[in-house]
């Protein structure tokens, strides 16, 4: 069966960091696109990050750019989120996803607090 398990959250002081990692299984993990999405309550979930099935190319929200790196290792069947300097806006449920065209994939999220 098709799974994507996230894994790392936790709860950071701020300025601290956190790497998410991404499994994958039961799919073809390498020519997929691959995003984080988060959510915090109250809130509808927005993208954070997205990278090309190649890593070719990368994206990120205005919200993270210059903090957040997203990577893949596609002989792992894994995607990461490379978390810096973490803000307590940043606390949410993060969601990792992997599309091509219109197969869409989502983990069951794994959540990270930022608090002092």
């Known amino acids: 069966q098709v799974q994507l398990v996230e894994s790392g959250g936790g709860l950071v002081h701020p300025g601290g960091s956190l790497r998410l990692s991404c499994a994958a299984s039961g799919f073809t993990f390498s020519i997929y696109r691959m995003s984080w999405y988060r959510q915090a309550p109250g809130k509808e979930r927005e993208l954070v990050a997205t990278?090309?099935?190649?890593?070719?190319?990368?994206n990120y929200a205005d919200s993270v750019k210059g903090r957040f790196t997203i990577s893949r290792d596609n002989a792992e069947n894994s995607a990461y989120l490379h978390m810096k300097s973490l803000k307590p806006e940043d606390t949410a449920v993060y969601y990792c996803?992997?599309?091509?065209?219109?197969?869409?994939?989502w983990g069951q999220g794994t959540q990270v607090t930022v608090s002092s």
């Open positions: 990278i090309s099935s190649n890593s070719g190319s990368t």
């Open positions: 996803r992997a599309d091509l065209y219109n197969r869409i994939y």
